[in-house]
């Protein structure tokens, strides 16, 4: 993995600085308390601790991206047959607009490729445009809509954008 980017570097900013390298681990109860504050920061409806702790008990897929002790991102995928359904994935609001979220999703996708996977799947809400533009980015296409999937502010409910990866 490479050094975190720096919005300006040179050659010899980044000789000078020595980041610690990034690094994918295994999501564990311990690092929760980590992973639920950033998961309340990036979103209006976060998953919650027993949303993590049955994924993780369920033998999901959940990694957390790591560079020294900062928590850059993480993911929670569920494999099926010959396909992997991406649950939850998150760029800590920080390092947001650093390319992180491609890292997790190039992780993500050579996981699931080496599972004999042939697709990926996501929802993502229909408001998120820039989640949307991301995975376009990607290679993701649109296939199609949940209505009313998510929650939402007072009482109602987001329609979802349901996209896919061939792999």
Same mark, same amino acid.
């Given at each position: 993995? %490479? #050094?975190?980017?720096? %919005?300006?570097?040179?050659?010899?900013?980044?000789?000078?600085?020595?980041?610690?390298?990034?690094?994918?681990?295994?999501?564990?109860?311990?690092?929760?308390?980590?992973?639920?504050?950033?998961?309340?920061?990036?979103?209006?409806?976060?998953?919650?601790?027993?949303?993590?702790?049955?994924?993780?008990? %369920?033998?999901?897929? #959940?990694?957390?991206?790591?560079?020294?002790?900062?928590?850059?991102? &993480? !993911?929670?995928?569920?494999?099926?047959?010959?396909?992997?359904?991406?649950?939850?994935?998150?760029?800590?609001?920080?390092?947001?607009?650093?390319?992180? #979220?491609?890292?997790?999703?190039?992780?993500?996708?050579?996981?699931?490729?080496?599972?004999?996977?042939?697709?990926?799947?996501?929802?993502?809400?229909?408001?998120?445009?820039?989640?949307?533009?991301? &995975?376009? #980015?990607?290679? !993701?296409?649109?296939?199609?809509?949940?209505?009313? &999937?998510?929650?939402?502010?007072?009482?109602?409910?987001?329609?979802?954008?349901?996209?896919?990866?061939?792999?």
């Amino acid at each position: 993995m %490479s #050094a975190l980017p720096t %919005s300006s570097s040179t050659a010899a900013d980044d000789t000078a600085s020595a980041r610690p390298e990034a690094r994918f681990e295994a999501l564990t109860l311990a690092q929760l308390d980590a992973v639920l504050s950033v998961e309340q920061r990036a979103y209006s409806h976060p998953w919650t601790r027993g949303n993590f702790t049955d994924a993780l008990a %369920s033998g999901y897929q #959940a990694q957390v991206l790591m560079a020294g002790d900062h928590l850059l991102g &993480y !993911f929670v995928a569920m494999m099926g047959v010959d396909e992997v359904h991406l649950l939850n994935i998150t760029v800590t609001p920080e390092f947001q607009r650093q390319g992180w #979220a491609r890292v997790l999703l190039d992780a993500l996708a050579l996981w699931s490729r080496g599972r004999g996977a042939q697709w990926l799947w996501l929802e993502v809400r229909a408001s998120n445009l820039r989640a949307q533009a991301i &995975y376009q #980015a990607h290679g !993701f296409r649109r296939v199609g809509d949940r209505k009313r &999937y998510y929650p939402a502010d007072q009482g109602q409910r987001e329609d979802a954008v349901v996209m896919s990866l061939g792999l």
